[in-house]
């Protein structure tokens, strides 16, 4: 499968943003898909994670409440919903997925993503 993530901009506090990831190829159900984030000079930390079917979340303490991360496989794509946005939510986001997982299960280690899209930016101004 191939990632392909969009959606992000320049956006002020408070505002909300979705962000999609676009997957291609067959059987996108299969696997378990992450949003993970990059702040200049920080380590990636992964914000959301779901299972196959989307039953399962799992979410960064920070942005609890703040984030929906969901899916429709129907369309092969991810989204990450957020809203009530910081200046430390500013990064660049990448989806990941890996597949071979069991359902319900969430993948909370970014390490353990195969396959990555590009990042796309997010900038919340104050």
């Known amino acids: 499968v191939q990632l392909q993530a969009f959606g992000g901009g320049l956006v002020q506090v408070g505002d909300s943003l979705r962000l999609s990831c676009a997957a291609s190829g067959r059987s996108f159900s299969n696997y378990a898909v992450g949003w993970v984030r990059q702040a200049p000079g920080k380590e990636r930390e992964l914000v959301a994670a779901i299972s196959r079917v989307g039953r399962v979340t799992r979410y960064k303490d920070s942005v609890k409440g703040r984030f929906t991360i969901s899916r429709d496989n129907a369309k092969n794509t991810v989204y990450l919903q957020m809203s009530s946005l910081k200046p430390e939510d500013t990064a660049v986001y990448y989806c990941?997925?890996?597949?071979?997982?069991?359902?319900?299960?969430?993948?909370?280690?970014?390490?353990?993503?195969?396959?990555w899209g590009q990042g796309t930016l997010v900038t919340v101004s104050s």
């Open positions: 990941a997925a890996r597949d071979r997982v069991v359902t319900g299960q969430v993948v909370t280690v970014t390490t353990q993503y195969e396959t």
